[in-house]
C-alpha cells in the first residue's frame, strides 16, 4: 500500500492537513482490521527525489532514494526536524496496537541520482567508484536495475551502511520486516557478475540485531537475473511472479495453464519444493503496484498509459488480462457482473493457495487506475484510494472480508489450535480431479480443474472446483463415506451476494453427487469424512 495515496482523496475523511500523511494512515487502520489485514507492506518511505521523473510528472511511488535512515518528509503532516521520525514511529505504534505488522519496501539497489548525466546528491560526491557499479571504462555505470546506476552492495562499506540502515529501521522505528526491491541485483558483485554467496545477502541473515525480521525478495532484477525460487539464503520469501502469471493466464483460458494453476495452488513444489526452500516462502500475488489493479485486470484487454506522456510506450504489454467484452467502464450488468466474478476468482485462489497472500491496496473495492499499468508518475486521483469505493462494491469487500476471516479462525468445532486454512490443507492429502472423480484434464485446451484436500486426522475435505470455460461444468463430487455426509457449499463465485460466500456453520448442503459450476467461477466445498 501506498502511504500517500491511502488517504490523500479528498473524500477520505481525513483533515486536510494529515491527508497523505502517517498520521493519516492512523485514522484509517480500523479499516484495515475490519478488512482482516495482518501486515501492510508500505511502499518505499525512505526520503526519495520526487522530481526524478519526465518533466511536468512527480514521483509518486518512491523508487528514488536519496538517503536510507529518513522518513520521507511529505509523509509527515509535522515539518519540525524530527516530525517525520516521531510520527512514522506513531503510525507503526497505531498499527501494532491494531495486530498489523509494518513491513518496509527498501531500495538498496540504486539511488536517485541516475546515469552518468544524473546530478551530484549523495553517493556519487562521495566516493563514486566504491559506492556504484561501474562499466569497464569507469566512466559510466552499470545498469542493471533501469535507472541508471546500480549500487555496488557488495563493497565491504556499502554493506555496512546497508545493515546500519536495516538496524536503524527495526531498532529505533520498530518495524518488522523488508520487502528488497529488485533483490537479485544484491547478488552481484563489482563487474555485476552474480555471485554463489552475496556476502550483503549472508550479513542481513546472520545479523543479529535482525534475528527474526521477515525478509521478502524481489528474486530478479532489470538485466535478466531471475531467481524466483533459488533466491540466495534460508530465511528469505519470494514474490513469485510465475504464480501471478500463471493464475492470470488461466482465468482468461490460456493454453497449457491448468496444470500451472495446480502447482501454485500448492505452493509452486516446481521453484518452493527442495531443501532450501518450502511452499510459505512463496509470496502469492495476482497484483501489485507495479500493473494493472484488479479492477482494470479484468476490465482492460490493453495498457492505457497516456497520461504518462510517454506516448502509451511505458510499462509492460505482458499484461494477460481480459476486458470481460467491453474495453474500459460499463453499465452493462452482465458486463459487470462478469468482471465482480472474475475479481472473486483471482481472490479465492490467491487467499487460498499454500503460501503467503498479498493483494493490492484497494482492489478489496476493485479501484481503478484508468488501465494505466505504470503510475509511478500519477500522484493524483489516477492512484489515490477513493473512499466511496467500499460503499459502491459492498460485496466484494464482504467477500474478502469473509475471505480473510476463514483463513485465520480454526476450522472444525473441535480444534484447539488456530491454525490458517491453508496451514492445514498443506498437512493434507491432496487429490486432482476433472469432471469425473480422479480424471484431472492436463490437456493443452483445458480450462476446469477440481483439488481436495484430506486432512486425516480430523476428516476434514476441502474440495475446489475452477471452471474458466466459457460454459457451466458440472463436477462429480467425490463420496464422503459410507454414511450420508453432504458437502456443503462455502464458496461459489457466480452467486450473487450473499450467497457468494457464506460462514461455515450456515453454509448449505449439496445434496446431490454432482455440482454444476457455472462459466467463469470458483466453487469451494467442505465436509467430513465418514464411516
Known sequence: MHVRGFTRHPNSGVSEAKRGTFAGLIEKIPYLQQ???????LLPVFQFDAQDCPPGKVNYWGYAPVSFFAPHQAYSSRQDPLGPI????????????????????????????????????CFRGLDNTMYYTLEADRSHYADYTGTGNTLNANRPAVRRMIIDSLRYWVEVMHVDGFRFDLASVLGRDASGQPIPNPPILWDI?????????????EAWDAAGLYQVGSFIGDSWREWNGRFRDDVRSFFRAGPGSAARIADRIVGSPELFGHEQREAEQSVNFVTCHDGFTLNDLVSYDTKHNEANGEDNRDGTDDNRSWNCGVEGPSDDPSIEGLRNRQAKNFLTVTMLSLGMPMILMGDEVRRTQGGNNNAYCQDNEISWFDWTLPAKHADLHRFVTLLNARRTL???????????LSTLISQAEKTWHGLEVGQPDWGEFSHSLAFEAEV????????????AHREPLTFQLPHLGREPSPWRRWIGTARPSPDDIV???????????FYRAEAHSVVVLFGKSKG
Open 86 to 121: 516521531d510520527e512514522f514511529r506513531d503510525m507503526v505504534k497505531a498499527l501494532h496496537r491494531a495486530g498489523i505488522e509494518v513491513i518496509l519496501d527498501v531500495v538498496f539497489n540504486h539511488t536517485t541520482e541516475g546515469d552518468h548525466t544524473g546530478p551530484t546528491l
Open 503 to 513: 460462514p461455515w456453520r450456515i453454509a448449505p448442503s449439496v445434496s446431490e453427487p
Open 410 to 420: 480454526r476450522v472444525v468445532d473441535h480444534e484447539r489450535s488456530r491454525l490458517p
Open 456 to 467: 486425516r486426522r480430523d476428516g476434514l475435505r476441502v474440495y475446489l472446483i475452477l471452471n
Open 205 to 217: 541473515e546472520s545479523d543479529p540485531a535482525l534475528a527474526g525480521t521477515k525478509l521478502i525478495a
Open 35 to 41: 478488512l482482516g489485514i495482518t501486515a501492510v507492506e
